[in-house]
């Protein structure tokens, strides 16, 4: 029974920092072979995946992204963590964090969702 939890500010102004953290509970996030994802929803649009930290540290990004996005990790707290910087209120969003399998990148365990809008 793997649960995840979004936790940080709601509310970020433009051209700052978005950080987010996901704290893992039921699962280790250093098992082989999971990794665990940042996703993302616009108001009205789908879900953009924007990167993942794997088991064993390793980082991947939406390349559309990536210029702006840090993944990490707390191994001793079971958490993981997202920093978007220079965000803009086209970063308003639905964000969640899940558990992505290897190969198909499915995620089997998903947060419940944090909303974060970007506004001055």
């Known amino acids: 029974q793997v649960q995840l939890q979004e936790s940080g500010p709601g509310l970020v102004k433009p051209s700052q920092m978005l950080s987010l953290t996901c704290t893992v509970s039921?699962?280790?996030?250093?098992?082989?072979?999971?990794?665990w994802s940042w996703i993302r929803q616009p108001p009205g649009k789908g879900l953009e995946w924007m990167g993942a930290?794997?088991?064993?540290?390793?980082?991947y990004y939406n390349p559309s992204l990536k210029s702006r996005t840090s993944i990490s990790r707390d191994t001793s707290s079971n958490q993981f963590s997202l920093q978007l910087s220079s965000v803009t209120p086209e970063d308003t969003a639905v964000y969640y964090c899940?558990?992505?399998?290897?190969?198909?990148?499915?995620?089997?365990?998903w947060g419940q969702g944090t909303q974060v809008t970007v506004s001055s």
């Open positions: 899940a558990r992505t399998q290897p190969l198909t990148g499915y995620g089997d365990y």
């Open positions: 039921g699962g280790s996030i250093t098992t082989s072979y999971y990794a």
């Open positions: 930290i794997a088991y064993d540290g390793s980082t």
